[in-house]
């Protein structure tokens, strides 16, 4: 598909000012430059040209707002003062597997003040000796380049323009992974804790029924020894009384 009947496709019964976000990828280019994308789209944050054969990017339209532009796997091999003329306030640009070679062709960037992340992944330049010290003293206010900062720390999933948060959330996340890791040790605890007091719970339970069971036994015999006592002494005043009427009979 052409990239101008794609953009058409793309605006979804909305005007270009309506839109902040626009992505082409795999369209195609019919002269290797931009089509069909005009000033008119002024309020675009976000432009996706992905692999849509582009050699040049002289016809790209004034975007003051755009800060996110994806670029890779074109044929790009120069022109890119046009972006800091352009886009200003560009702060994530993506060249990778371009035909990008020289520094100088970098040093055309210069001008992109707030730009702090660039990829140039799989582009020749890459194989130039000392080439990542080369490109951070040529840009100086990138802060990430092909991924990682000067030191080889990885940048945040999140994107470059949003670096800062992207560490708070990370640091946020650290305490939070422990506070759950005390959390399943207090559960485990907890959990032996119910299991030894059940237990005793439940020692306690028997222990009173055998002395509930002693007790009642020592009830049925104390009751048995005063029936036996009260049968006894019946007996005796029986035995007694059969005793005095044969004295009687006697006399």
Avoid: H, W
């Amino acid at each position: 598909m052409e990239m101008k009947k794609r953009i058409s496709l793309e605006l979804r019964n909305r005007t270009p000012a309506e839109v902040a976000e626009l992505v082409v990828d795999n369209c195609r280019s019919s002269d290797g430059e931009i089509e069909g994308l005009t000033d008119e789209f002024k309020e675009l944050e976000f432009l996706s040209m992905v692999n849509v054969g582009l050699t040049s990017l002289a016809m790209l339209p004034s975007l003051p707002k755009l800060r996110k532009l994806e670029l890779s796997d074109n044929n790009i091999s120069g022109s890119l003062e046009t972006l800091s003329e352009k886009c200003p306030n560009l702060t994530y640009l993506n060249l990778s597997g371009n035909k990008i070679k020289e520094l100088s062709t970098v040093e055309a960037l210069q001008n992109l003040k707030n730009l702090k992340s660039l990829d140039l992944f799989n582009c020749e330049i890459t194989t130039l000796e000392e080439y990542r010290e080369s490109i951070f003293e040529l840009l100086p206010q990138i802060t990430y380049l092909d991924g990682f900062d000067a030191e080889d720390n990885e940048a945040p999933d999140s994107e470059a323009d949003d670096d800062d948060d992207g560490e708070d959330g990370e640091e946020g996340a650290g305490p939070v992974g422990e506070y759950d890791d005390d959390e399943e040790d207090d559960d485990e605890e907890g959990s032996e804790g119910g299991e030894v007091g059940l237990s005793y719970l439940m020692k306690d339970e028997i222990q009173d029924e055998e002395d509930d069971d002693d007790y009642v036994e020592e009830e049925e015999e104390e009751e048995g020894e005063e029936v036996a006592g009260v049968q006894g002494e019946k007996r005796k005043r029986d035995a007694e009384d059969e005793g005095e009427d044969d004295d009687e009979d006697d006399d």
